[in-house]
């Protein structure tokens, strides 16, 4: 018989889900992340300290299995995490955070946070300068228009649109650099005239 995945014990208790998370990430044996030591750690306990909490014997820093993740830091209890992760990965059409609010039962807020936070993570893109580093350098920038041009259309720039009875008329800038693996283009931003590049 199936058991719904929910139910399985790292989704239901904040410590079964950090051994769960430590298995995951340290399959062969914990590293420090502050210097990159393997296995050279001590375990904190005692009243004071939260369950794995961990000590380097190399650069003496305390870490857990959250530091570095979007979980670091979080007073949302772990096991939420995992299911907030589990129901955004699972959900063909994405989970909004109103939704993920319902069922975790957070506050809006809370739901909204983490929802930004796992999105984050789950980026495959880096993130870098347009045309900058890592690319061709070059950019090549466009400008379409749409709608009735009329006699007006000479004093309309950039992304303004102005209705003159029945006319119209707009324009829209898109920069995209060429080359990349994955062109991306950048809709609505204005460019004067001034700033247009000759070649």
């Known amino acids: 018989m ?3 995945i929910l139910n399985q014990p790292q989704f239901q208790d904040a410590d079964k889900a950090r051994v769960y998370l430590e298995r995951q990430v340290w399959p062969n044996g914990r590293v420090c992340p502050h210097c990159g030591v393997i296995g050279d750690h001590y375990v904190l306990a005692g009243k004071t300290n939260r369950p794995g909490l961990y000590k380097c014997a190399d650069c ?3 870490f857990t299995v959250t530091v570095g993740t979007v979980f670091e830091r979080s007073k949302v209890g772990l096991h939420l995490w995992l299911q907030a992760v589990h129901l955004m990965a699972a959900s063909k059409k994405g989970i909004s955070a109103k939704q993920l609010e319902r069922m975790l039962g957070v506050t809006y807020k809370t739901a909204w946070f983490m929802c930004h936070r796992i999105r984050e993570a789950m980026k495959t893109e880096p993130t870098r300068m347009l045309g900058g580093s890592g690319s ?6 466009d400008e379409t228009y749409w709608g009735k041009v009329s006699e007006y259309a000479d004093l309309l720039h950039g992304d303004e649109q102005r209705v003159y009875g029945d006319s119209a008329y707009a324009s829209q800038q898109a920069l995209i650099e060429s080359k ?3 062109a991306k283009d950048f809709t609505n931003q204005r460019v004067r005239k001034a700033d247009q590049v000759d070649e």
């Open 2 to 4: 199936a058991h719904a």
């Open 60 to 62: 003496r820093e305390p």
């Open 136 to 141: 061709s350098g070059i950019v090549e920038a």
């Open 180 to 182: 990349a693996p994955n």
